[in-house]
């Protein structure tokens, strides 16, 4: 249903990464067009543990008009040049996720790996990892870029810090923010749009769009509006998860590591100022205090806080767009942080947003193009993750067993069966991870394609080999070149006592 009322208010339900992400892009972009206000309370604590990113969210901050330095400084901030697996592919294995692309030598017809591939069969090639500067760069724990380029790169951030930086950015810009608990969500009679929101204290709220950002209720998305949910759990079985702070006791890495543990897995954070860790887990195998104990046997460090539970249904809103009405964060569906995409799907889903904003009132046409195109990226995301689980040869325990024999969505079953039948990585539409990333993972977790592309065997031995070390050579000396992750973030970007 459509309305023709011009979109004056937006008015953004919760805070957090969230609320203060979307409120930075709009007020930066938006601000002169339109009035911002935010409304969230202190009493409502926020998940916080989004505190691994992607290489996008670089792009966003430019959007937001945020500054690099200032932002690692206020958030603690150390760089991130992907993610480390260990003992996905089995136990006692390791492979490195980079946010690097995997060669140079692509032609139109092929991609470099075949190349690589062929090299490999012949006896003349080294490991992957050597033709990536983004993981040659992680195994050494070196960093640097310059306004002259560097590698691709995101950020490990604290996410308590990161929200208040946001906020003071924002108020600084005009946004309004509420302090208050939303307690009823008025709809207009007639179309079903929402008017107002009304709030604990006896306020109210009037807006012509809302953006809701109040976490895993979506209190407008749902409560109100009742969307509906699409459940993913019987190919994303984790539904539990417990986040704790420790003491750095070692250098800050400059990538996220993931372990697989009993029935689940393990991630470990690293800032300036502390590490952030956490198991994702399922209730169907193992319960709270197992999960506990597991993660508590297995961080370095002195204990900054006590483990604090997050549980969790995977899946995603049947709508991401509904009436007047958008769903950002939790609000809009999870997918668990196993590639660091939450913050990221924030700032795609106001970017997209801000492109087709309704200035002249919402339109079908605008709604129904925007959600199908959140839907077919949301999807790309979960057949990615599941790749992590399916394709495992760990089996030591119940949970691993099953994701060895759990069904897959038939998009992933075709990529799985094309790469493993002739190599071929085909970028899909809406596709937010690149033929570098699907190459990275598969061959990591075990995959050897039966074929590949035959152009590489018109390459004499000389040439194939001669080109792999010369990429190899320029590698290593770039990566000699650079300073160490920590020294480089000492220079650009300390915290400040």
Known sequence: MQQSKPIQKVVIAGGGTAGWAVAAGLSQQLGQLIEIELIESEDIGTVGVGEATIPPMRSYHRIAGIDEQ??????????????????????????????????????WMTDFHHFWLEARKR???????????????????K?????????????????????????????????????GMIEHVELDPDDGFIRRLHLKDGGVVEGDFFIDCTGFKGLLIEGALKTGYDDWTHWLP????????TQAVRDPLPYTVSTTRTAGWQWRIPLQHRVGNGLVYCSDYMDDEQARDELLANIEGELLTEPRPIRYTTGARRKQWNKNCLALGLASGFLEPLESTSIYLVMIGISRFMQLFP????????????????RLELERIRDFIILHYKVTGRSDTPFWRDRQNQGIPDTLAHRLQLFEESGHIRQAEAD??????????????????????????????????????????????MVESMPAHKAFIEKFCSVRC
Not at 84 to 105: C, I, Q
Not at 123 to 141: H, I, M, N, R, T
Not at 151 to 162: C, E, K, Q, T, V
Not at 445 to 460: F, M
């Open 70 to 107: 200032e932002f690692m400084r206020e958030t603690s901030a150390t760089f991130k040049l992907g993610i480390l697996f260990r003992d996905w592919r089995d136990l006692n294995t390791e492979y490195m996720h980079s946010f690097g692309e995997v060669g140079k030598a692509s032609t």
């Open 123 to 141: 006896g003349l090639a080294g490991p992957l990892d050597e033709y990536c500067l983004e993981a040659a760069a992680s195994w050494k724990q």
């Open 143 to 179: 960093f640097a870029f310059s306004e002259k380029g560097g590698p691709n790169f995101a950020y490990h951030l604290d996410a308590g810090r990161y929200a208040r930086f946001l906020r003071g950015k924002c108020e600084a810009r005009g946004v309004v923010r509420r302090e």
């Open 238 to 245: 984790t539904n539990r998860a417990l986040a704790v702070q």
């Open 359 to 374: 200035f002249d009132g919402v339109k079908d046409s605008v709604v129904d193009d925007y959600n199908a195109t959140c």
């Open 432 to 477: 937010l991870f690149q033929v570098s990333s699907w190459l990275q993972v598969m061959l990591g977790q075990g995959i050897e394609p039966k074929a590949h592309h035959q152009l590489a065997r018109t390459i004499p031995d000389d040439k194939l080999q001669g080109g792999l070390q010369d990429l190899q050579k320029n590698i290593s000396r």
